[in-house]
C-alpha cells in the first residue's frame, strides 16, 4: 500500500525557515514525480511545486519561486520542502503527492496517492 | 491556466443528481482531474485524463468534457459525497486547482 508521510511543520516567525519531509513507502519511488500542495485554512487547495524521478524537472508556483526549494533523496525514499523568507500568507497545511503514473518526463499529472498533511503557521 | 468552478455551493438531497462545472482559461485537451476532499482529510483523486474513474472509485461519479469545458457528475447522492470537489489541469508545468464546489445537504 502506497504511504506517504509528512513531517517538519509547526511555527515559525515571519522571515524564517522550515525545512518539510515527506516519507514515501509502498511503492518505487525513484520511477514517480512527487508533488508538494498546500491549503491555507478555509481556503482552497494550491500546487506549489513538483519534482521529476531524477530530479532533472523542478517547477514551482509562482507565489514560491526563488524561496522555496524542492529536492528529493531517492536512497531515502524522501522528499523534501526547504522554505526560506515565510509570509504569513504561506500558512497552511502542506501535503505531498504522488503522481498517478511512473515518470516519463511530462508535466505533474493526477495526484492519486496523499499524506496526512503538516500544518506550517508563519505568525509573530 | 486560470479553472473556473461552478457553482461555488451546491445544495442538494441524497438521491439526486449533482452536476458540477470546470472550465479552463485555455484549453487544456483532456489532461483535467476532480478531487474530492471532507473536513480533515487529504483530498482523494475521483477522475483522471477527464473522464476516468480513479482505482476504487464508485461508477455513480463520472467525467466528461475536452478542451476548456469540463463536468463532473454524480449521478445519484450518497450521505458520503457531501464534501467539496476540486478540478486540476495537468496540461503545463503548473498544476493548478480551480478553487472549489461545495456540495452540501438541503
Known amino acids: 500500500e502506497v504511504y506517504l508521510e509528512e513531517s517538519g511543520g509547526g511555527l515559525v516567525k515571519p522571515g524564517g525557515s522550515l525545512r518539510l519531509s515527506c516519507a514515501a513507502s509502498g511503492f518505487t519511488f525513484n520511477n514517480y514525480r512527487m508533488n508538494w500542495v498546500r491549503q491555507a485554512p478555509g481556503k482552497g487547495l494550491e500546487w506549489v511545486s513538483s519534482i521529476s524521478r531524477t530530479s532533472s524537472y523542478i517547477n514551482y508556483a509562482d507565489s514560491v519561486k526563488g524561496r522555496f526549494t524542492i529536492s528529493r533523496d531517492n536512497a531515502k525514499d524522501s522528499v523534501y520542502l526547504q522554505m526560506n523568507s515565510l509570509r504569513a500568507e504561506d500558512t497552511a497545511v502542506y501535503y505531498c503527492?504522488?503522481?498517478?503514473?511512473?515518470?516519463?518526463?511530462?508535466?505533474?499529472?493526477?495526484?492519486?496517492?496523499w499524506g496526512q498533511g503538516t500544518l506550517v503557521t508563519v505568525s509573530s | 491556466i486560470v479553472l473556473t468552478q461552478s457553482p461555488v455551493t451546491l445544495s442538494l438531497s441524497p438521491g439526486e443528481r449533482a452536476t458540477l462545472s470546470c472550465r479552463a482559461s485555455?484549453?487544456?485537451?483532456?489532461?483535467l482531474a476532480w478531487y474530492q476532499q471532507k473536513p480533515g482529510q487529504a483530498p482523494r483523486l475521483l477522475i483522471y485524463d477527464a473522464s476516468n474513474r480513479a482505482t476504487g472509485i464508485p461508477a455513480r461519479f463520472s467525467g466528461s468534457g475536452s478542451g476548456t469545458d469540463f463536468t463532473l457528475t454524480i449521478s445519484s447522492l450518497e450521505p458520503e459525497d457531501f464534501a467539496v470537489y476540486y478540478c486540476?489541469?495537468?496540461?503545463?508545468?503548473?498544476?493548478?486547482f480551480g478553487p472549489g464546489t461545495r456540495v452540501d445537504i438541503k
Open positions: 503527492a504522488r503522481d498517478l503514473v511512473p515518470d516519463t518526463g511530462g508535466f505533474p499529472y493526477s495526484f492519486d496517492s
Open positions: 486540476q489541469q495537468c496540461s503545463n508545468w503548473r498544476g493548478t
Open positions: 485555455q484549453s487544456v485537451s483532456t489532461c
